[in-house]
């Protein structure tokens, strides 16, 4: 039986006792587990059905964890988490040997966050220990952004859910990688391009899809319902079919779209439409972001798994 508490104390004995626990982060909810034990990070994987190729996030709680983790770490990550951190960055470097194998799937680099939400920053700090988390969801699927979403993705399948409420940002973190010889955009998130390169000036992107390279599988946050862009449609997506529009009209700005997306998108497929559709929004700030996971989510759809 899988139970929702808002008790810290359960949460950090789980961790401590090698479990894995769904917990609360300012992004999405992630799936936690004691990153130094590698058993436990196999039921990460396990639990999630996750392709054991694709690497997990480590949460710490301060910059100076970063150093215990990760070596060679380059002063325009200080100069970011300065500005970013506590918050939805991910840094990814070089990893220390402490970190087992199989939270990096191999790799010999890290992603490392230091999240703001304040349970989860509670648990950090109670546990003494770096948490290991990817999204709650099941592999492939739409992100949870509160305890409810973690419930119906992961129900009996692990003991406890830890409330922190509704995430307050909706989408995950950006990924930005410092293991080549130039800062990397791996995964567009919260924090925008421009915002970064404010900071640390150009960046480069790798973001083709390719599936060979972890944290980026072209399918992702896929509702069951069909889902395609407008612009993508043909004839048979929609002749005598029931049709959801995905509308951001309500909202005011990007930054309420990406809260709501994933949870609209859940809303969305309960209601049993047949397909639904999708405009792209602008594809600037954290327009880009959001329309990478719709991308994703219809990739599925356009591709026939
Ligand atoms: O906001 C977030 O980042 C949320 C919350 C829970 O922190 N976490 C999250 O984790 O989105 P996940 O596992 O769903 O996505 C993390 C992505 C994966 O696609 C993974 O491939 C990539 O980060 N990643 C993790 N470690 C990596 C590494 N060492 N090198 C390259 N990519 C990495
Ligand atoms: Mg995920």
Redesign the pocket.
């Known amino acids: 039986m899988t139970l929702i508490t808002k008790d810290i104390d359960t949460a950090v004995k789980e961790l401590l006792s090698g479990n894995v626990v769904g917990l609360p ?1 300012e ?4 799936l936690g587990a004691n990153a130094l034990n590698d058993k436990a990070v196999l039921k990460i994987y396990e639990t999630k059905e996750r392709p054991v190729f ?4 480590v ?1 710490v709680y301060d910059t100076e964890d970063l150093g215990k983790y990760a070596v060679n770490i380059p002063d325009e990550v200080f100069k970011l988490a300065e500005m970013f951190s506590p918050g ?1 960055l ?1 840094f ?1 470097l070089k ?1 220390r040997n402490n970190i087992p194998d199989i939270v ?1 799937a191999g ?1 010999d ?3 490392l ?1 230091i ?1 703001s939400h304040p349970v989860f920053r509670k648990v950090l700090k109670e546990t003494k220990l770096p948490v290991a ?4 969801n099941r592999a492939g699927r739409i ?1 949870p952004t509160s305890a409810e979403d973690v419930m119906s993705e992961l129900k009996d399948r692990i003991n406890y859910i830890l409330d922190g409420g509704k995430c307050q940002i909706g989408i ?2 950006t ?1 930005i ?1 410092f293991t080549g010889d130039h800062p990397k955009i ?2 567009h ?1 919260f924090v925008t391009k421009e915002e970064i390169e404010k900071v640390i000036g150009k960046t480069k992107e790798e973001y083709s899809g390719k599936i060979s390279s ?4 072209k399918s992702h946050y896929a509702p069951k319902t069909p889902i395609r862009c407008e612009d993508d449609l043909v004839k048979e997506d929609i002749l005598n079919k029931k049709i959801g529009f995905l509308d951001f009209g309500m909202y005011s700005d990007y930054k309420e779209i990406a809260l709501n997306l994933f949870s609209d998108l859940r809303k969305m497929d309960e209601l049993k439409y047949e397909i639904i559709i999708w405009r792209r929004l602008k594809n600037e700030g954290l327009g880009i972001a959001i329309n990478d996971r719709l991308n994703r989510a219809s990739y599925a759809m356009s591709n026939e798994q």
């Open positions: 982060t992004t999405v909810y992630g694709n690497p997990v996030i949460h939805p991910t990814v990893k990096s790799n680099s890290i992603g966050r999240p988390a990817p999204s709650a992100s995950e973190s990924i990688s791996l995964r998130g972890p944290g980026q599988l």
